[in-house]
């Protein structure tokens, strides 16, 4: 089981871009690889998932708006958030599924003003 680690987050304007990281503590080679996020109050949502083959499937709502991509040498994965609304604002937790494991992220507050 790797530990996850989540960075990138912080306050923009709506409009504006973001990029999060996701380091595991090991090899991701294999992983699937999911974003959530958990705004206040509500429950924890999937934002998306990149495959161990690098598919990638999006929710509705952030479908051509965020990038999902994966370095495996650098067991890092990425979230690319563009044209960010005040929708967008809540915790971002990272995921990583193998067969038999699952680990999640500390989560990093993403916060956008409108």
């Known amino acids: 089981q790797v530990e996850l680690v989540e960075s990138g987050g912080g306050l923009v304007q709506a409009g504006g871009s973001l990029r999060l990281s996701c380091a595991a503590s090991?090899?991701?080679?294999?992983?699937?690889m999911g974003w959530y996020r958990q705004a206040p109050g509500d429950q924890r949502e999937w934002v998306g998932t990149i495959t161990r083959t690098n598919k990638t499937i999006y929710k509705n709502a952030v479908k051509g708006r965020f990038t999902i991509s994966r370095d495996d040498a650098k067991n890092t994965v990425y979230l690319k958030m563009n044209m960010l609304g005040p929708d967008d604002t809540g915790v971002y937790y990272c995921r990583g599924d193998t067969v038999g494991a699952t680990s999640w992220g500390q989560g990093t507050q993403v916060t956008v003003s409108s």
């Open positions: 090991g090899s991701i080679f294999g992983f699937s």
